[in-house]
């Protein structure tokens, strides 16, 4: 399983930024894909989840009506669009296989998102 997250960067509050992951080693369109985050000195927690054929999708309430997760299964790659960005978002971001909950122990290197003025 390898899983490769970019994307990330500085951004100013109220700003956007689209992350992207591409998988490989498991059969992607058939995989949920979630996206997390992990503040610095926090627990890594869930942000957002999609099924394989895109019919569903979830949030954590902190990002509802702000991010969007998004995937296509002939590039083997899920998006996360980040709106409305606030220092509150500031967090390395990961995905994984798996609806809301991670499938595979190995994580890619994440994607470092900054939000400050």
């Known amino acids: 399983v390898q899983l490769v997250e970019s994307g990330g960067g500085l951004v100013q509050p109220g700003g956007s930024l689209t992350l992207s992951c591409t998988a490989s080693g498991f059969t992607f369109s058939g995989s949920s894909m979630s996206w997390f985050r992990q503040a610095p000195g926090k627990e890594r927690e869930f942000v957002a989840a999609?099924?394989?054929?895109?019919?569903?999708?979830r949030y954590a309430d902190s990002v509802k009506g702000r991010f969007t997760i998004s995937r296509d299964n002939r590039k083997n790659t899920v998006y996360l669009t980040l709106n409305d960005l606030q220092s509150e978002d500031t967090a390395e971001y990961f995905c994984?296989?798996?609806?809301?909950?991670?499938?595979?122990?190995?994580w890619g290197q994440g994607t470092q998102v900054t939000v400050s003025s």
């Open positions: 994984n296989a798996g609806y809301t909950v991670f499938r595979y122990d190995q």
């Open positions: 999609i099924t394989g054929p895109s019919i569903s999708t």
